[in-house]
Every structure is written in structure tokens, then in C-alpha cells.
């Protein structure tokens, strides 16, 4: 009888604990994407200033 409640219990937790995991792992990875993104659209405006002031100096 123990067996089978913690057999059950088993099947409960663990869809939850995976998906609880797995959505835990997107947000970090989502948030790491976004650092990238914005440290390229820096980069990126930076580069454009550069280039006007480059022609500007002409």
C-alpha cells in the first residue's frame, strides 16, 4: 500500500518539478538573450554616432 501511494506521489511531483525546472531554465536563458541584444544595440548605436561624426568631421 506504501509503495503504491509513493508510486503515485512520484507521477504527481515530477511533471511539476520538470516543468517548474524548464521554465526557470527559459527565464535565464531569455535574460541572458536580452544582456546580448542590448550590449549589441550599444554596440550598434555607437557605431552609428561614430559614423556621423566621421562625416560631420568631413
Do not use: C, H, W
Amino acid at each position: 500500500m506504501e509503495i503504491t501511494m509513493i508510486v503515485i506521489l512520484a507521477i504527481l511531483v515530477l511533471p511539476v518539478a520538470f516543468l517548474v525546472i524548464n521554465q526557470s531554465v527559459k527565464d535565464f536563458y531569455g535574460k541572458a538573450e536580452n544582456e546580448s541584444y542590448r550590449s549589441y544595440d550599444k554596440y550598434d548605436i555607437r557605431q552609428k554616432y561614430n559614423d556621423l561624426s566621421r562625416l560631420a568631421r568631413k
